[in-house]
């Protein structure tokens, strides 16, 4: 366990769900980030945390993200190419 108090297993995200869910300011889409358990608004340039497989939907518990972030490319879902 972390010292945070956080398990750091890696989350994971139905891509079915990442589907569906938006950002809740701009109602944009949203990336997935398992490197660091977080879905992306480029847009808003906000990374919503994941804990225990459940999304973070707020904008308070939101990291800004810098603009070059934000340009990156999203990662692969992975699955068949």
Known sequence: MAADGRDRRKATVDPKLLELLACPLTKG??????????????????????RDGIPIMLPSEARTISAEDALKPPPRLGGPS
Do not use: C, F, G
């Open 29 to 50: 889409p949203l990336t997935w980030d398992a490197e660091r358990s977080e879905l992306i608004s480029r847009v808003a340039k906000l990374a919503y945390p994941v």
